[in-house]
């Protein structure tokens, strides 16, 4: 009798594990199913917009390291590579470095960025202890003596050094930069796009179709079976678009299946026909990640204030971004793209306290034409800054606006060259990024922390200047001649 | 039997046609050189072409002409590419593409502390080529698990712009190179199987 109990439960028991791992089975293979019930843990800031694009990071069932390391590099592999990091894959292949990857392999970026471990995560999605620079630098204050004493947990938190992107932090471009004002005397900005010159040699841009022209209001194109307001066609008017040659069409009308079709509302793919480096940093950014199908290697839905981490507008919380909701379709406003569109939606301190703000109150009198172009200092202007870019390896630059507002945030230093220094000293700017309390009233005083990084680096070269004094005066006294 | 005939036939002559193309393939892939000499190969390409970008690149337009700087920040100060930097340059891009071989340049008075010598080769090594002017040196160790040949040679001032640059170096441990005297080495490591 016991044994036919224990018979049914061990039944029952193999019947329900059965079932559930059919469940499980089911869910993984159904690209459309909801996967969170598969989430280890809550992702990092960074990714959890796209948690649920799991073959995004895991492309194939138990991946590897290498494989995961595929995915890192396909998503973050570029910008790495335009920042020049300071710790690429390439220096720990070396066989002589075989012992420091045993400690520390820096060679994957899993190693130190495990994703789905809240309880260890730190800034920057950083899981290792903060103090890992130690593991191979452990005898700096021998090379540096300004460094003992120092713990290794402030390498990278004190504004002094980043692990990836040192671009506006080593040492010899402090010193080029020391002593400069708070605010440059002459502010330098990078040159506009020059579409006349570029247009003809880029491959994808369609100049046949759509020659470089202005078009007059008779020439729009659309096809008499579609009907629209006058009021689109005076706004289209008005735009770079049809000072461009940039005819309806151009927009609205894709070949699909060799047929020509008119669609009313084109996305960001029919955008990238022109403006491609802008859509790819949307679509590397947080406002456009969710719609990067390729890289995802699954459809999800438009990002929507709603699924941000940070506060937004309640009556927005639905919105769906694309290139769009930022810039009206037919009107491409870019006055009201860089900073209306981002308070239409951002509802934190830092974005909030803009408007009493002193960088605001430099965009209103560039408004009012009482200062000349690019002096106010708009959301767009840090966050998404206009940047000379390389392309195609180099073959030529180009000046884009940077859409991936990452680019220049995380770590914040990384916002310095490209931004802070259009107008500001770099001491200032090292200053005024490292205090929080500056950062969320919106720049509204002056820094009240001082990182010492740029007068070290003065000591060390007048320790220097000294040293070649000495070696100079040295060498004259050995050349001259014996009394 | 006619039918028979013309496939031998046409067998024989593809045959024939194949075999000088199976022989060089078969020489094409029969080892006929050892590390060493590969190492010895390698390095010959790698100083030449380093000497022919200090002398007469560097070196003609930073001190004869004098028409641009060279800089470890090229970039930003928009000059050239210091020549032990093109090498290190060149070095990251092979190890992109291959684990067949990797080279590094070190020194025993290194700028970068990174690139002193690290293993006991690389030590030994590095010893040996700057205390013996025209000689280099070889070994055998194991890194990682991986038995490696390894191959030193030594790394001469060719120029007057490497002297001048590493003496005044904020960063240099000596100050006194003169032209000719060995700065560093050249490590070329090769895995070796079984």
């Known amino acids: 009798m016991l044994k036919n109990k224990n018979l049914w439960l061990w039944l029952i028991w193999l019947l329900l594990t059965l079932a559930f791992t059919t469940y499980l089975v089911m869910k993984i293979n159904n690209k459309a199913a909801d996967k969170s019930i598969f989430l280890p843990g809550e992702t990092t800031h960074g990714h959890h917009q796209i948690e649920l694009a799991c073959g995004a990071c895991h492309s194939k069932s138990f991946a590897d390291k290498e494989a995961i390391q595929e995915s890192c590099m396909n998503c973050h592999g570029k910008a790495l590579k335009d920042n020049d990091d300071k710790h690429p894959k390439s220096k720990f292949t070396d066989p002589r470095n075989a012992e420091r990857v045993a400690i520390l392999d820096a060679r994957y970026c899993v190693t130190c960025h495990i994703e789905h471990n809240p309880e260890v995560t730190l800034e920057m999605g950083v899981t290792m202890p903060p103090d890992y620079c130690h593991l191979c630098h452990e005898k700096i204050a021998e090379e540096r003596p300004s460094h003992e004493g120092m713990a290794f947990t402030t390498c990278a938190s004190a504004g002094c050094h980043n692990y990836h ?204 034409g009482e200062l000349p172009e690019h002096s106010g200092v708009t959301c767009a202007t840090c966050h998404m800054p206009r940047i000379e870019k390389e392309f195609m390896d180099g073959m030529f630059y180009m000046g884009i606006v940077q859409h991936n507002q990452n680019d220049t945030l995380q770590p914040n230093e990384k916002m310095l060259r490209p931004v802070c220094m259009d107008c500001h000293g770099l001491g200032f700017g090292i200053d005024a990024l490292a205090d929080e309390k500056l950062i969320h009233n919106n720049f509204d005083g002056q820094p009240g922390v001082h990182i010492e990084s740029m007068d070290m680096a003065e000591v060390r070269m007048k320790e220097a200047e000294e040293k070649r004094r000495r070696l100079r005066e040295q060498a004259k006294d050995e050349n001259s001649p014996t009394p | 039997m006619l039918k028979l005939k013309k496939v031998m036939i046409t067998a024989t002559l593809v045959a024939a046609c194949a075999l000088p193309f199976t022989a060089s393939s078969e020489i094409a892939d029969t080892p006929t050189f050892t590390p060493k000499q590969l190492a010895d190969w390698l390095h010959l390409v790698m100083s030449t072409d380093r000497a022919v970008y200090t002398k007469k690149i560097v070196n003609r337009l930073v001190k004869k002409d004098k028409v641009i700087k060279a800089s470890e920040h090229f970039e930003d100060d928009k000059a050239l590419v210091l020549p032990a930097q093109m090498f290190r340059f060149g070095a990251e891009e092979v190890a992109k593409k291959t684990d067949q071989f990797t080279y590094s340049l070190q020194s025993l008075w290194p700028i970068n502390k990174q690139n002193a010598p690290r293993t006991e080769i690389e030590k030994a090594g590095l010893a040996y080529v700057s205390e013996n002017k025209g000689e280099n040196y070889y070994g055998v160790e194991e890194l990682g698990g991986t038995q490696y040949f390894t191959a030193v040679y030594a790394d001469p001032a060719v120029a007057p712009v490497c002297v001048s640059c590493h003496n005044e170096h904020k960063d240099t441990p000596k100050s006194d190179f003169k032209l000719g005297d060995v700065m560093g080495g050249v490590v070329i490591r090769i895995p070796l199987k079984g």
């Not at chain 1, 927009?251 to 060799?258: A, P, S, V, Y």
């Not at chain 1, 301190?349 to 009493?356: F, K, T």
Request: one cysteine or more.
């Open chain 1, 165 to 368: 992107d040192n671009q506006a932090l080593y040492e010899d471009y402090l010193i080029k930069h020391l002593h400069q004002p708070d605010i440059l005397d002459k502010q330098e900005f990078p040159p506009d796009l020059n579409l006349d010159e570029l247009a003809p040699v880029l491959p994808e841009y369609p100049i046949k179709d759509y020659p470089l022209e202005r078009l007059k209001l008779v020439d729009a194109n659309a096809p008499l079976n579609i009907e629209y307001d006058a009021e689109i066609l005076y706004e289209w008017f008005d735009t770079t678009h049809a000072n461009s040659g940039v005819n309806c069409t151009a927009c609205h009308q894709q070949t699909i299946n060799e047929k020509t079709v008119w669609t009313d509302t084109p996305d960001h793919k029919v955008c990238a026909s022109c403006h491609g480096p802008e859509v790819d940093g949307f679509l590397a950014g947080k406002h456009g990640m969710r719609l990067d199908s390729e890289r995802l290697k699954q459809e999800l839905t438009a990002m929507t204030p709603d699924l941000a981490r940070l506060p937004m507008k309640k009556d927005v919380q639905h919105k769906e971004l694309g290139c769009n909701s930022c810039h009206e379709a037919h009107d491409y406003n870019t006055t009201t793209a860089r900073v209306e569109a981002c308070l239409g939606c951002h509802d934190d301190e830092h974005s909030l306290a803009y408007i009493d703000s002193p960088h605001h109150k430099l965009w209103k009198q560039e408004l009012a």
